[in-house]
C-alpha cells in the first residue's frame, strides 16, 4: 500500500505546477503506478477520482496519466497480462464524461487520445466508438445512449 500512497501523493502534486504536465512529471507518475501495479484496483481509483475532482484545465492531464499508465502497462507486460485497460474500462463511460468537463479548447486532445487508442487497440472499438460519439455531441441523446450502453456492458 505504500507504492499506492506514493502514486497519490504524486499525482496530487500535478496541482503544484500550470498544465501542460511535464514529461519528467509523467515518467514518474507511470513509473509509480507500476511499482503499484499489485494494488491496481486502488491507482485506476486514484485516478478516476482525480479526473472527477480536478479543476477543469487538469481534465486532459488527466487523461494523459491514464494513456501512460496503460501504454507502459501493455508495453512491460503485453496485451494478455495488462490489468490496468480492464480495470479503467469498467467506469470509463463515466470518467470520460468528467473529462468533457474540461476547456473547450481542449476537447480535441481527448479525440486525439481516442483515436490513438482505436488505431492502436488499446481498447477495443466498441469501447472507443461510443465515447468519439459522446466527444462529437456529449448532449445528443444516441451518445447518451451509447454512453449508457458502455456502462451497461462494462459492468
Known sequence: MEAVR???QELSSLY???PPISRAKMTMLTKMAMKAIKF???VVQSVEK??????PEYKVPGLYVVDAIVRQCRHQFGADKDVFVPRFTKNIATTFQNLFKCPPDQKNKIVRVLN???KNSVFSSEVIQPLLDLAGNPNSPHALLAGMALKYCSQ
Request: aromatic share 22%.
Open 116 to 118: 490513438l487508442w482505436q
Open 40 to 42: 491496481y484496483k486502488h
Open 6 to 8: 506514493g502514486f497519490n
Open 16 to 18: 503544484e505546477s500550470k
Open 50 to 55: 482525480f479526473i472527477l475532482k480536478c479543476r
